[in-house]
T-cell receptor
Framework: KNQVEQSPQSLIILEGKNCTLQ??????????LRWYKQDTGRGPVSLTI?????NTKSNGRYTATLDADTKQSSLHITASQLSDSASYIC?????????????FGAGTRLAVHP | IAGITQAPTSQILAAGRRMTLRCTQD?????MYWYRQDLGLGLRLIHY???????GKGEVPDGYSVSRANTDDFPLTLASAVPSQTSVYFC??????????????FGPGTRLTVL
């Protein structure tokens, strides 16, 4: 069964600190892996998209890594800010039956405290 | 540029009632999607449309219907709402559908409560 599992479920860090969020997936066939940021009460917003051949991709203070062999990804946030408080969702894309199916993880809820 | 708008923002609905959630995008994207997000679960695809005039079933289509009369609008209808349809509903769009490597842009969501 195609699944995307994220850890930790929730995380509290102090402003200025770094953190790393984890994503493990069992999805086949694999098309790409995406990280989304979802602020409370808002829709998800894309941070990064990586294909099978990409090991790392950065977007400002966000750096995503992908190990397609072990089917693991991580999202590293550097020098956290209060505005980083949100849910971070790992999404794996898989071609299926006429559309590009997205399998969503349940997300990691990050709280950045002053 | 508004991107994707959804209406209503929230709604409380009696079980058995009919409800249509509206979604409009101004990006001229070909593909549109409806998802539901439930606590502790990832978003799940209800229905999708790769282009105007076509629709397809996603992971959890039962109890929902959609139509795509034009490029911009993609309404989701609950013919007879049940409490298990209480959820937050997100509409999304992408430049193309199918197997394309395309970013999906999400609307702000509609919070629906069925009593």
């Amino acid at each position: 069964k195609n699944q995307v599992e994220q850890s930790p479920q929730s995380l509290i860090i102090l402003e200025g600190k770094n953190c790393t969020l984890q994503c493990n997936y069992t999805v086949s066939p694999f098309s790409n892996l995406r990280w989304y940021k979802q602020d409370t009460g808002r829709g998800p917003v894309s941070l990064t998209i990586m294909t099978f051949s990409e090991n790392t991709k950065s977007n400002g203070r966000y750096t995503a890594t992908l190990d397609a062999d072990t089917k693991q990804s991580s999202l590293h946030i550097t020098a956290s800010q209060l505005s980083d408080s949100a849910s971070y969702i790992c999404v794996v894309s898989s071609p299926e039956g006429g559309y590009n199916k997205l399998i969503f993880g349940a997300g990691t809820r990050l709280a950045v405290h002053p | 540029i508004a991107g994707i708008t959804q209406a209503p923002t929230s709604q409380i609905l009696a079980a058995g009632r009919r409800m249509t959630l509206r979604c409009t995008q101004d990006m001229r994207h070909n593909a549109m999607y409806w998802y539901r997000q439930d606590l502790g679960l990832g978003l799940r695809l209800i229905h999708y449309s790769n282009t105007a005039g076509t629709t397809g079933k996603g992971e959890v289509p039962d109890g929902y219907s959609v139509s795509r009369a034009n490029t911009d609008d993609f309404p989701l209808t609950l013919a007879s709402a049940v409490p298990s349809q209480t959820s937050v509903y997100f509409c999304a769009s992408s430049e193309t559908g199918g197997y394309a490597y395309n970013e999906q842009f999400f609307g702000p969501g509609t919070r629906l409560t069925v009593l």
